[in-house]
């Protein structure tokens, strides 16, 4: 038989913290775990085979209500190719977290089919391939989390027409406390008790730090950042949604947080530090806030990273 050389790609994209309390809908951040990976490969017929899905139940093969295989196809239809792809998603995140996760598939699948096909797209451009999986999973083409898990860093999403991802990096160190209270919060409920008019008071206020924030972050100013991180709008709304939250911002606080909010639309709660050894004891504080309460938990601690999505394999091989 004749030997056939074959290649495929693996990708990891990592969760994110969008909002960031007084950014919302426009800033995230990446975190360095947890984090989800795409297999990728080519193959002579067309379409998009999903051979494999693993670390979650309940998440369809379906290349049409999957978000990699969305993700895919627009890519393939852009480039106008023939051939199709076979791709396979490990789900290193849990779903419905806060974190990001359906982003985070979004991003690795983007990721590794651009390098599968000699990256004909650079990794920013990629963004707006990521942001089709948003669309599936949420009836949104929102960046916030994409473009974090794609840029690393911190990401300023300043607008959507035209899209424009501004890339802040990280210019100071910082680490986030991440606590994943495992109850079931659906960002359709989160948004609905918003309310669609904002004070101009509050308004005002929100505005302010989250220019502070940016400002903190490119002057390497702690003290700036940790006046900044407060949510003045949707903080006190949505936070009625996750319980003992009140008490674990303050245990936090305590411990040495610069801040402490919601991250994206819930149930997961983040605070941001400047050491590794004030985010595990701000994770410690937070843990025995639900201790004994019934509720179980995960908690991460990462340092926020420059790299966003990366590979973690790419090889030739050969099939005889």
Not at 50 to 67: F, H, K, Q, R
Not at 140 to 165: E, K, M, T
Request: proline residues 5%; charged residues 20%.
């Amino acid at each position: 038989m004749d030997k056939q050389e074959e290649q495929f790609v693996k990708a990891y994209a990592p969760a994110t913290v969008a909002n960031v309390c007084c950014g919302f809908d426009v800033l995230g951040f990446a975190l360095d775990a947890p984090g989800d990976e795409v297999w990728a490969r080519k193959k002579e017929t067309p379409g998009i085979l999903i051979s494999a899905v693993t670390g979650v139940e309940g998440l369809s093969a379906d290349p049409t209500l999957n978000v990699i295989g969305v993700v895919a196809q627009k890519m393939l239809t852009d480039l106008n190719l023939e051939h199709g792809l076979e791709l396979q998603l490990h789900k290193g995140m849990p779903v419905g977290s806060g974190l990001g996760s359906s982003a985070a598939s979004s991003a690795a699948a983007a990721f590794a089919v651009n390098a599968l096909l000699g990256n004909p797209f650079t990794t920013q451009e990629l963004v707006v391939y990521a942001m089709e999986g948003e669309r599936l999973a949420s009836g949104s083409a929102h960046a916030d989390n994409v473009a974090p898990s794609l840029l690393g860093g911190f990401v300023l999403v300043r607008g959507y027409d035209p899209l424009d991802v501004i890339p802040l990096g990280v210019p100071l160190d910082l680490y986030a406390s991440v606590l994943y209270p495992q109850i079931e919060l659906k960002t359709s409920l989160s948004r609905s008790i918003l309310k669609q008019e904002i004070p101009l008071k509050k308004g005002i206020k929100q505005w302010g730090n989250l220019a502070g924030l940016m400002a903190g972050l490119l002057m390497k100013d702690y003290g700036l950042i940790r006046r900044s991180l407060h949510d003045e709008i949707f903080e006190p709304e949505r936070s009625v949604l996750i319980p003992l939250f009140k008490q674990v911002k303050d245990a936090a606080l305590k411990a040495g947080a610069l801040g402490c909010g919601i991250s994206g639309s819930g149930p997961s709660i983040f605070a941001l530090s400047p050491s590794a050894e004030v985010a595990h004891d701000i994770k410690n504080a937070m843990e025995k806030v639900y201790a004994g309460s019934g509720i179980e938990t995960k908690s991460y601690v990462s340092k926020v990273p420059e790299q966003g999505v990366r590979l973690v394999e790419q090889s030739i091989y050969q099939t005889v």
